[in-house]
């Protein structure tokens, strides 16, 4: 768990990720940066900061594998990010939604990402979970302009982003303690489901070396997608391919 008292913040670091995951800080803690030069991506892609007010988060803490589904993770810490969204802006919710498996979007772009990194050791989980959120800005390079966006219309008042970052802490560690109790993991994954950007949508990807089409199903209790193809097969996705698109 996330402790309110181990926090930290940095003007500038290359990667928060990367920051916290050295072994002298210790489990449970967290970082923000006011800058971060070189921010990570899934795989090779890179986490860019946009505006006068972005967060740039990670935290550090260590988990039974027995006990976990690091898919499944990956949706509830978004899920965590968007509920303290709506906590301080009440009126994204009707905009704002989780693209899974982990990705915040206001309409159709993207606002904040999700990097979940985990490595096992003798049982156990060592995870860091980054966060990027674009709060406001005046502008958007112009190869992002049709992906990017920011999450609110004006600028953040004095003390906001403090205090969003303290209620993500206690929404971070609400959702770990629901990951392990299957009964709230089902009701979860309905909230989850009636915020998703995917919610009924047909997709396109690359699935077993081919190229599939179907509807969207929903998400199961690891985490994984469902898709209905359309010669009705069922089946699981785990992650998303370079190709995935919503038709």
């Given amino acids: 768990m996330l402790k309110l008292e181990l926090g930290h913040r ?5 990667s928060t990720n990367e920051w916290i995951r050295d072994g002298k800080i210790p489990f449970g803690s967290w970082v923000i940066a006011d800058e971060q ?5 899934r795989g ?9 007010d ?3 988060f990670s935290g550090k803490i260590r988990l039974s594998a027995a006990e976990i589904s690091l898919p499944l993770l990956s949706i509830f810490v978004s899920s965590a990010v968007l509920k ?7 009126e994204r919710e009707i905009d704002t939604t989780v693209k899974w498996p982990n990705d915040i979007y206001r309409k159709d772009k993207k606002v904040g990402g999700i990097l979940v990194q985990s490595e096992f050791t003798s049982g156990v989980f060592d995870v860091v979970i980054g966060i990027g959120l674009n709060f406001f800005g005046n502008y958007i390079p112009d190869p992002l302009k049709d992906k990017a966006a920011f999450l609110c219309d004006v600028a953040l008042e004095e003390g906001v982003l403090e205090r969003f970052v303290n209620q ?3 929404d971070l560690n609400q959702s770990v303690i629901s990951l392990l109790d299957q009964g709230q993991v089902l009701k979860d994954l309905v909230w989850i489901e009636d915020h998703s950007l995917l919610k009924h949508k ?8 081919r190229m599939v089409r179907g509807r ?3 998400i199961d209790e690891l985490g994984f997608l469902l898709i209905m193809t359309e010669t009705g097969e069922k089946i699981e996705l785990m992650d998303t391919s370079p190709k995935f698109r919503i038709i």
């Fill in 10 to 14: 940095l003007s500038t670091v290359e």
């Fill in 37 to 41: 030069t070189a921010g990570k991506g």
């Fill in 44 to 52: 090779q892609n890179v986490w860019q900061s946009l505006g006068e």
């Fill in 54 to 56: 972005p967060l740039i």
């Fill in 84 to 90: 303290s969204i709506f906590h301080f802006f009440p």
């Fill in 168 to 170: 993500l802490v206690v």
């Fill in 202 to 209: 047909v997709i396109e990807t690359e699935w077993q070396s």
């Fill in 216 to 218: 969207v199903l929903g």
